[in-house]
């Protein structure tokens, strides 16, 4: 059974920074394609991924509202996908996601129906 555990949020002030784990079990990440998305208060979660990463080609996407400020990488031995987010700002806020889906390559971008497994999210908070 293919399940997700995300971890990592909290609250931080503007410009801080926080580490998102995403760690999966029943299936290794090499098969499979991992997305974050968010949810922001009083909105719908985003269709898009905001970063996302394929083990098995190495591909990665990120998109503009977090490039530059969010790494997306993996630990294939701890199975485990993290999301670091730096230089935080208050817009961030929102319930973090993390899905799994059969493999695909992740560099042009992420669609939420491309994944078949979500975690349970992780609420992230920026203060201004």
């Known amino acids: 059974e293919v399940q997700l555990q995300a971890s990592g949020g909290g609250l931080v002030q503007a410009g801080g920074s926080l580490r998102l784990s995403c760690a999966a079990s029943g299936f290794t990440l090499d098969d499979y394609s991992i997305g974050w998305f968010r949810q922001a208060p009083g909105k719908e979660r985003e269709d898009l991924a905001i970063?996302?990463?394929?083990?098995?080609?190495?591909?990665?996407y990120y998109a503009d509202s977090v490039k530059g400020r969010f790494t997306i990488s993996d630990d294939k031995a701890k199975n485990t996908v993290y999301l670091q987010m730096n230089s935080l700002k208050p817009e961030d806020t929102a319930a973090y996601y993390c899905?799994?889906?059969?493999?695909?390559?992740?560099?042009?971008?992420?669609?939420?129906?491309?994944?078949?497994?979500w975690g349970q999210g992780t609420l992230v908070t920026v203060s201004s």
């Open positions: 970063s996302c990463i394929s083990s098995g080609d190495g591909s990665t």
């Open positions: 899905a799994a889906g059969p493999y695909f390559s992740s560099g042009y971008g992420c669609h939420a129906r491309r994944y078949s497994s």
